[in-house]
């Protein structure tokens, strides 16, 4: 059965650095989604993408976040210049859309996470 | 704004008792309900949805929209069901996110 994938698994990197959280959807999906988690925390919706343009983005998708799909197959999220506070678990999803253009009712397939952790 | 809110953040059981994971929303319209689950090591994955009115491992939920709640039953809960719930909302004004509750830890001991 076909998986969202993502990679790394866990990454490091220094307060004020740069990194980009790598996923690979189902392929026949058409929407996007990245959400986070804070340790303890509530899973929080960050943007949803579509048709290569951001759908959606949640208040916590400032200018420091950005997505792209830069290929037919990848699907990143790039933080600009990181905080302690943007550690946390990333998940990608993707869903079909096929549901009579409603996305809402999409089933919604997550992929196993990224830990971010930001020193 | 959209709201779920799991009342527990820890709930155990003993194996092949009932079991019922609370989850209760905020949104004055029609939301469409989910409940994922995460066993562990795994990924979330959907168990089901409001619209869908179906059983999956021997899970219901109904949702009260006077109570606005949408609780999670098993009638014989099993080892294997050992994971943690998650409920969500998505809404037809917001499009596609999905807003969680915090997530209840289920532990069906033996």
């Known amino acids: 059965e076909p998986e969202v994938t993502q990679t790394p698994s866990h990454q490091v990197t220094q307060m004020g650095q740069e990194v980009i959280l790598r996923c690979v959807p189902i392929?026949?999906?058409?929407?996007f989604y990245w959400y986070r988690q804070i340790l303890g925390q509530k899973v929080e919706f960050l943007v949803s993408?579509?048709?290569?343009?951001?759908?959606?983005k949640s208040e916590i998708f400032d200018d420091q976040f950005s997505v792209e799909r830069p290929d037919g197959s990848n699907f990143t999220l790039k933080i600009r210049s990181t905080k302690l506070e943007d550690s946390a678990m990333y998940f990608c999803?993707?869903?079909?859309?096929?549901?009579?253009?409603?996305?809402?009712?999409?089933?919604?397939?997550f992929g196993p996470g990224t830990r971010l952790t930001v020193l | 704004a959209q709201r779920v809110t799991q009342p527990e953040k820890l709930l155990s059981v003993f194996k092949g008792a009932p079991v019922e994971l609370k989850c209760n929303y905020s949104?004055?319209?029609?939301?469409?309900l989910f409940w994922y689950v995460q066993y562990s090591r795994q990924r979330l994955q959907l168990l089901l949805r409001?619209?869908s009115r179906e059983s999956i491992k021997g899970f219901t939920a109904d949702l009260n929209k006077g109570e606005t709640s949408f609780h999670l039953k098993k009638p014989f809960a099993q080892e294997e069901d050992s994971a943690m719930y998650y409920c969500?909302?998505?809404?037809?004004?917001?499009?596609?996110?999905?807003?969680f509750g915090e997530g209840t830890q289920l532990t069906v001991n033996p």
């Open positions: 969500a909302l998505s809404v037809r004004t917001s499009g596609s996110r999905l807003t």
């Open positions: 409001h619209i």
């Open positions: 999803a993707s869903s079909e859309g096929t549901s009579g253009g409603y996305r809402g009712l999409d089933t919604q397939y």
């Open positions: 993408f579509y048709n290569n343009e951001i759908s959606e």
């Open positions: 392929s026949n999906h058409l929407y």
């Open positions: 949104y004055s319209g029609s939301p469409e």
